[in-house]
Nanobody
Framework: QVQLVESGGGLMQPGGSLRLSCAASGFTFSSYAMSWYRQAPGKERELVAAIGSTGGYRNYADSVKGRFTISRDNAKNTVDLQMSSLKSEDTAVYYC???????????WGQGTQVTVSS
């Protein structure tokens, strides 16, 4: 059974930091590119950051460049998103996504809420 379980969300003040983690199981993690998306109320889901299957490729949305860092551990089947200098506009539900690097299979997690507010 494929599972992507996000954790680490919560309430944080502007300027603070949070670390999200996504634990994967039920598929060959090292064959999948991983990414984080987010969806704010009333808005479409958007790509935040992506990392290739070996970790050699990373991509970020312009809005988070220099503040967020994506990383993965293929031995532990996890992908993390370190978020710093948080802003109110970072408030959203954050989702973990797995995409097979050749076959195109896609899996999504259930999401974790991040709220940035004073």
């Amino acid at each position: 059974q494929v599972q992507l379980v996000e954790s680490g969300g919560g309430l944080m003040q502007p300027g603070g930091s949070l670390r999200l983690s996504c634990a994967a199981s039920g598929f060959t993690f090292s064959s999948y590119a991983m990414s984080w998306y987010r969806q704010a109320p009333g808005k479409e889901r958007e790509l935040v950051a992506a990392i290739g299957s070996t970790g050699g490729y990373r991509n970020y949305a312009d809005s988070v460049k220099g503040r967020f860092t994506i990383s993965r551990d293929n031995a532990k089947n996890t992908v993390d998103l370190q978020m710093s200098s948080l802003k109110s506009e970072d408030t959203a539900v954050y989702y973990c996504k797995a995409t097979h690097q050749t076959a195109g299979y896609v899996y999504w997690g259930q999401g974790t809420q991040v709220t940035v507010s004073s």
